[in-house]
């Protein structure tokens, strides 16, 4: 059982950033491919980047690709989202999850094993 906390949201103007955090609890966290996905109003959730077990590989929506950077630190079992150059586009309720995949491309909810309760960013213009 992974339970997940997510924090770092907030409120930013359009071209700013921001660093979303995910806590982790669980002693297997390391084993875990970690992802994010954001939901906005009215829309379904979609895919926004993973990062395998080991951080040496990534996976992003080309929405984010060359904006948004993924990383862990397995010691600290937490994920981290940094995010830059903010759209208003961005704006979502921004969601962590765990899956057990290790092979393939995690890109879909269905994927995923646990989530987070969410993070709201809110980016205005």
């Known amino acids: 059982q992974v339970q997940l906390v997510e924090s770092g949201g907030g409120l930013v103007q359009a071209g700013g950033s921001l660093r979303l955090s995910c806590a982790a609890s669980?002693?297997?966290?390391?084993?875990?491919?970690m992802g994010w996905f954001r939901q906005a109003p009215g829309k379904e959730r979609e895919f926004v980047a993973y990062?395998?077990?080991?951080?040496?590989?990534?996976y992003y929506a080309d929405s984010v690709k060359g904006r948004f950077t993924i990383s862990r630190d397995n010691a600290k079992n937490t994920v981290y989202l940094e995010m830059n150059k903010l759209k208003p586009e961005d704006t979502a309720v921004y969601y962590c999850?765990?899956?057990?995949?290790?092979?393939?491309?995690?890109?879909?909810?269905?994927?995923?094993?646990?989530w987070g309760q969410g993070t709201q960013v809110t980016v205005s213009s």
């Open positions: 990062i395998r077990w080991s951080g040496g590989n990534t």
């Open positions: 669980g002693r297997t966290f390391s084993s875990y491919t």
């Open positions: 999850a765990a899956t057990r995949l290790r092979i393939g491309t995690p890109t879909l909810r269905q994927h995923y094993d646990y």
